[in-house]
């Protein structure tokens, strides 16, 4: 069981690049979910898809985030344009559909915005 | 508007005694109430959770207890090894799992020798 898959690790950018990070899910899980952490903040979730479809992306701090999950083994979230206080862990998470079924987290990109 | 409340915000404890850290959750929906594990440089995994419908389950050290009229449950871990030293997050949910988690804002646990 591979897990789930993000790339990169670790991102350094510059205020005003445009960010990709992406996700593959667990194989036959049918949730998946994007986090942020920040000291400040916590364990923040900014969007989840079911089916690939997104249910709730209330957690989207503003337009310059997007996610998108075009099918059921991939997905990506993008920053554009980057800014300092962006910086953080981003974390991609799937789960399956079922009770008490738990999510299984990647083990996050480290995005730095000078 | 905070809907698990964690505490405390870190813990040190020595090897061989016992680790408590509690939550309290203001929504009466959440049914399903999981605890994850989190080590430096990895994203959290799922450690233990627990159902409304019983006071407490345990799995090896780790247990979680549970007080429903009160609105609270709490992670107990016996015998805490220094292996046990990572930051845990309790969390909240409706329709058993199946709807987002409510993560608390974590306990950064050191077990020293």
């Known amino acids: 069981d591979a897990g789930v898959i993000q790339s990169p690790r670790h991102e350094v950018t510059e205020m005003g690049q445009e960010v990709t990070l992406r996700c593959k899910p667990i194989?036959?899980?049918?949730?998946l979910f994007w986090y942020r952490q920040t000291m400040m903040r916590g364990l923040e979730l900014l969007i989840y898809?079911?089916?690939?479809?997104?249910?709730?992306d209330s957690g989207m701090p503003e337009d310059r985030f997007s996610a998108k999950m075009p099918n059921a083994s991939f997905s990506t979230l993008k920053i554009q344009p980057s800014e300092p206080r962006d910086s953080a862990v981003y974390f991609c998470?799937?789960?399956?559909?079922?009770?008490?079924?738990?999510?299984?987290f990647g083990d996050g990109t480290r995005l730095s915005i000078l | 508007q905070q809907q698990v409340k964690q505490s405390p915000q870190s813990l040190i404890v020595q090897k061989g005694g016992i680790s408590i850290i509690n939550c309290a959750y203001e929504?009466?929906?959440?049914?399903?109430f999981p605890w994850y594990q989190q080590f430096p440089g990895k994203g959290p995994a799922l450690l233990i959770a627990?159902?409304?419908?019983?006071s407490e389950k345990k799995e090896g050290r780790f247990t979680i207890s549970f007080n429903k009229s009160a609105k609270q449950f709490s992670l107990h871990i016996m015998d805490s090894q220094p292996g046990d030293s990572a930051t845990y997050f309790c969390a909240a949910s409706k329709d058993f799992g199946n709807e987002k988690l409510t993560f608390g804002t974590g306990t950064r646990l050191t077990i020293i020798p």
């Open positions: 627990i159902r409304p419908d019983v």
């Open positions: 898809f079911n089916n690939n479809v997104p249910i709730d």
């Open positions: 929504n009466t929906a959440f049914d399903y």
């Open positions: 194989s036959g899980h049918d949730y």
């Open positions: 998470a799937s789960s399956a559909t079922g009770d008490n079924q738990p999510q299984h």
